[in-house]
């Protein structure tokens, strides 16, 4: 079936070390997103690639980074995880309708980051 | 931007009917509503969303309050499965840059018991 697919489901990481988390989909969506979600918390957009074009929220710290080198693949980078960026991190996708608005959103299973 | 308020948790029996209430009472006349689940260690995923008219597909149904100030989503035989958390989410349609990514707020916890 197509998806969206993220690797690994489980990552733990050192404080300070950088990490990747890799989403690719097989869709052919042009949109892909990035959410954070906290424990017990609603998932929080970080940014999001539109194409090739990046937008941030305006919120999202510098810390975190992201690549989206073609249509299938998106990564997001943290350059030096804290204990507060232990977290689930959840791609997403959806498919431009060509009217102006995104059809409905697509997610993959999460990455589970934990930060020692 | 227009927010949605959510009971925190609600309970029903399995194999009943179970209608999922939201608030958004500051709704523009651009926003649909959509309404997303995420069940336990999963990525949320699309349940159903609607403008002014009621809206039925295979998962469930959307009503939508003649003032749309408040929105149902009825659930029509609960099963074990429909354990998630449901997020009512506004979305404005004017244009991409106009705010329409998703803006997920506390949800409703939905338990179902056998």
């Known amino acids: 079936d197509a998806m969206v697919i993220q690797n690994p489901r489980y990552q733990v990481t050192q404080f300070g070390k950088p990490v990747t988390l890799s989403c690719s989909q097989t869709l052919n969506h042009n949109v892909m997103y990035w959410y954070q979600q906290k424990s017990s918390q609603a998932p929080k957009l970080l940014f999001h690639?539109?194409?090739?074009?990046?937008?941030n929220e305006a919120d999202t710290p510098d810390n975190f980074q992201s690549r989206r080198p073609n249509t299938s693949f998106c990564f997001l980078d943290i350059r030096s995880p804290g204990l507060g960026d232990a977290a689930m991190y959840l791609c997403?996708?959806?498919?431009?309708?060509?009217?102006?608005?995104?059809?409905?959103?697509?997610f993959g299973p999460g990455t589970r980051l934990t930060v020692l | 931007d227009a927010k949605t308020t959510q009971p925190n948790s609600m309970e029903s029996n399995e194999e009943e009917p179970v209608h999922l209430p939201c608030n958004h009472s500051?709704?523009?006349?651009?926003?649909?509503i959509h309404w997303y689940r995420q069940l336990p260690s999963q990525g949320p995923e699309y349940v159903i969303h609607g403008l002014t008219s009621n809206v039925n597909n295979r998962m469930a149904s959307l009503a939508i309050a003649e003032d749309r100030k408040s929105s149902t989503l009825i659930l029509h035989r609960a099963t074990l499965r429909d354990a998630a958390v449901y997020y009512c989410?506004?979305?404005?349609?004017?244009?991409?840059?106009?705010?329409?990514?998703?803006?997920f707020g506390g949800g409703t916890r939905l338990m179902v018991k056998p």
């Open positions: 690639y539109y194409d090739k074009d990046f937008n």
């Open positions: 989410i506004l979305r404005d349609v004017r244009g991409y840059n106009a705010g329409n990514m998703l803006t």
């Open positions: 997403a996708t959806s498919r431009d309708l060509g009217t102006g608005d995104t059809d409905t959103q697509y």
């Open positions: 500051t709704i523009s006349g651009t926003d649909y």
